[in-house]
């Protein structure tokens, strides 16, 4: 990884999650309001009390810029020049968050090159944080506990999908696969689970942002997963375009599973090409 400018170790990013958490926790606790940003999606006190605190501990400890869904983005024609950047979503799964539900995380990832190759994943609810360095391994912790994460690939596969977004293309997938297990989740766990060996696939064919899956991509990959574009199969890449849009992707246990994903495109679909 190049050491172009000095930065903050995963135990210290892992720390700055912890306290964009409890802030989260505290605004739960206290009871807040919901409300619509521009595109209908929900925003509350607990997303921006969680962004203040990132982007003040990022600022401190690294000269990098940032972007985070609940800051102003810079232009596109600034931000496609960025080599090097962190990548936040303060709090990703504020619908779960704000149903009631527990799987909302805190995500810090460092970008470089379009490609996530740090990523911290923050649960706040359990307390459980997922780091990963591309390269150099994945781990879990626990309060000050740490251990190293590894996935354990299966097959058939053990399946998550997304407790709000478990579509129609998703089960078509699913039913090409036989004797797969479904699990539903929110939020980056999703991409954890895998990399600590509980799952094997995450299909995703409805939208996502780049900052919902930067930092869960960089843990997985680190423990040995991939995230590929469902169309080329080929990692998923970020800085692809000003709106900060992902296409489909298939978040999986082992990068040699290429043929097979391909396989079922073709065989449920009669598809060789991205449409699915």
Not at 31 to 57: C, E
Request: proline share 6%; charged share 25%.
């Amino acid at each position: 990884m190049p050491t172009v400018a000095p930065l903050p170790d995963l135990a210290t990013l892992v720390g700055l999650c912890e306290q964009a958490g409890r802030a989260i926790l505290a605004v739960r606790e206290a009871g807040f309001r919901v409300d619509a940003k521009d595109d209908a999606s929900p925003v509350t006190a607990a997303d921006l009390a969680a962004n203040d605190i990132l982007v003040a501990g990022l600022e401190a400890s690294s000269r990098l810029p940032i972007l985070s869904e609940e800051g102003k983005a810079a232009p596109w024609a600034e931000r496609r020049e960025w080599r090097r950047f962190w990548l936040i979503d303060p709090l990703d799964g504020t619908r779960e968050f704000v149903d009631g539900f527990d799987d909302f995380t805190v995500n810090v990832a460092l970008v470089e090159e379009g490609r996530p190759v740090l990523g911290v994943v923050h649960a706040p609810a359990s307390g459980l944080s997922w780091a990963g360095l591309v390269g150099e391994g994945a781990w879990r912790w626990q309060g000050s506990e740490r251990e190293a994460i590894h996935v354990a690939p299966r097959w058939p596969p053990r399946i998550l999908a997304s407790r709000a977004h478990l579509d129609a293309a998703t089960r078509e997938w699913m039913a090409a696969i036989p004797g797969t297990r479904l699990e539903r989740c929110g939020s980056s766990v999703k991409f954890c689970r895998i990399a600590e060996g509980l799952a094997d696939l995450y299909p995703r064919f409805s939208p996502t942002c780049e900052w919902d899956t930067a930092a869960g991509q960089a843990v997985l990959e680190a423990a040995g997963g991939a995230v590929l574009a469902a169309e080329t199969l080929e990692p998923l890449r970020c800085q692809q375009g000003e709106d900060l849009l992902n296409g489909h992707f298939i978040a999986c246990a082992s990068p040699k599973w290429r043929e097979r994903l391909a396989s079922v495109r073709v065989e449920r679909f009669g598809l060789s090409g991205n449409r699915w």
